[in-house]
């Protein structure tokens, strides 16, 4: 009886050694694919980010000649300043919003004002310039009693379909307008200066 005892005993001692083996086998599989799990959500992480961050602007037109033409892509708010076939500048921009959107198209700058103000889109201000209600449609807005219209600013307008124009104003990372293509400072002054009237603004989605 006692061999039989002794046998069971080493055996079950080494169940016990294989179990835990394979324990720790296991473990240290789970702890390497967990490791990769979070490596791989890091970089996608980081990819997003990336991703997120907003193309920087440029302009350089040093040298360069050829006829201008404004390419604008609604899906990425840009706007590419081309001259001949070379791409010489690059800007965020910010077209219509849901309700106003910036019809895809082929135009050309028919007009411009470096200094416009808008006869349509502004606020209603009272008499001391006061905001009573902002961002209206004066022709879709009830005035409210005792204010005035007070235009919204757009400066370096350059008008490519009827009342649609690329001018200077507020560029938040989407699509704002009531329509029109939106530029920031600086870079709208560098397209109104480069773009004659006649120069092609292609609008595509």
């Known amino acids: 009886m006692g061999p039989i005892t002794l046998r069971i005993f080493m055996s079950g001692q080494h169940l016990f050694r294989t179990a835990l083996a394979l324990g720790l086998a296991a473990l240290c599989t789970s702890c390497a694919e967990l490791e990769k799990a979070k490596q791989t959500a890091t970089d996608a992480a980081r990819t997003a980010a990336a991703a997120l961050q907003p193309k920087p602007e440029y302009w350089n037109d040093e040298g360069v000649s050829g006829a201008p033409k404004i390419v604008v892509s609604l899906s990425d708010q840009r706007a590419y300043f081309y001259k001949g076939k070379t791409l ?24 411009k004002h470096k200094d ?15 905001v009573v209600k ?9 005035r409210p009693p005792g204010t005035r219209f ?3 600013r757009m400066p370096y307008a350059m008008f490519f379909k009827g009342g649609y124009a690329m001018h200077e104003g507020y560029v938040p ?6 329509g029109c293509i939106r530029l920031p400072h600086g870079m709208a002054e560098r397209f109104f200066e480069a773009s004659p009237p006649g120069t092609p603004v292609i609008v595509k989605k």
Do not use: Q
């Open 173 to 178: 990372p989407h699509a704002a307008s009531h």
């Open 134 to 142: 902002s961002n209206v449609d004066s022709r879709k807005d009830r």
């Open 150 to 152: 007070d235009g919204a």
């Open 116 to 130: 416009h103000v808008s006869t349509r889109f502004g606020d209603y201000v009272d008499s001391l310039g006061n």
């Open 88 to 111: 010489v500048g690059e800007s965020v921009v910010s077209t219509g919003k849901k309700g106003f959107s910036t019809p895809p198209g082929h135009y050309r700058v028919g007009w």
